[in-house]
């Protein structure tokens, strides 16, 4: 089945890095774009970055452009979110987020989830 | 960035009843929009893209209308499994973005 499992995530000072992956499974990895998607403690969904499915593009929402950098493998049928200069603000889980656009219509809604790692920010 | 909202925020009904939410863009984005469901612990589900294109899986219950900057998520007959909250998205331009939620409950 369409599976998405992330992890590395932990607890992490201010100022320091952390890289998240996703293992992906179930479907052809390097045909779709994948997004990385976080949830503050008892907030709402916010959307992070996009990668195009061969890696080529990434996007960012503003608050973490020049601190994260989303990559992938496709060989591995893994993506990652490398996140440096964290920020106590960054705190949340952090789910890897298949793109639906594959289906016509779907395109930047996301269709398939991981069940997400928790970042804490704190000294 | 285009601003997601969505009212109410939260609604008290039971099973059975017709539910209504509804979203709306700060601008135009014709029907690129999706709605999800998410229950306490758990990862979102998406529900409808395209404005009222039904996932597959998902009951037909659900229903979704609207393009532009008005939608509507509708639930025909609220089950107990549908407790949750509910986001908007827009998917028509970076930065995607979220609505904040409408918590239906007992």
């Known amino acids: 089945q369409v599976q998405l499992v992330e992890s590395g995530g932990g607890v992490v000072q201010p100022g320091r890095s952390l890289r998240l992956s996703c293992a992906a499974s179930?479907?052809?990895?390097?045909?779709?774009?994948m997004h990385w998607v976080r949830q503050a403690p008892g907030k709402g969904l916010e959307w992070v970055a996009l990668?195009?499915?061969?890696?080529?593009?990434?996007y960012y929402v503003d608050s973490v452009k020049g601190r994260f950098t989303v990559s992938r493998d496709n060989s591995k049928n893994t993506l990652y979110l490398q996140m440096n200069r964290l920020r106590a603000e960054d705190t949340a889980v952090y789910y890897c987020?298949?793109?639906?656009?594959?289906?016509?219509?779907?395109?930047?809604?996301?269709?398939?989830w991981g069940q997400g790692t928790l970042v804490t920010v704190s000294s | 960035d285009i601003l997601m909202t969505q009212s109410p925020s939260s609604v008290s009904a039971s099973v059975g009843d017709r539910v209504t939410i509804t979203c709306r863009a700060s601008?135009?984005?014709?029907?690129?929009l999706a709605w999800y469901q998410q229950k306490p612990g758990k990862a979102p589900k998406l529900l409808i893209y395209a404005a009222s294109s039904l996932q597959g899986g998902v009951p037909s219950r659900f229903s979704g209308s609207g393009s532009g900057t008005d939608f509507t998520l509708t639930i025909s007959s609220l089950q107990p499994e549908d407790f949750a909250t509910y986001y908007c998205?827009?998917?028509?331009?970076?930065?995607?973005?979220f609505g904040p939620g409408t918590k239906v409950d007992v």
């Open positions: 601008q135009g984005i014709s029907s690129w």
């Open positions: 990668i195009s499915y061969d890696g080529s593009n990434g």
């Open positions: 179930g479907f052809t990895f390097s045909s779709n774009h």
């Open positions: 998205q827009q998917a028509n331009s970076f930065p995607f973005t």
């Open positions: 987020v298949k793109d639906g656009g594959s289906v016509v219509g779907a395109a930047h809604a996301f269709d398939v």
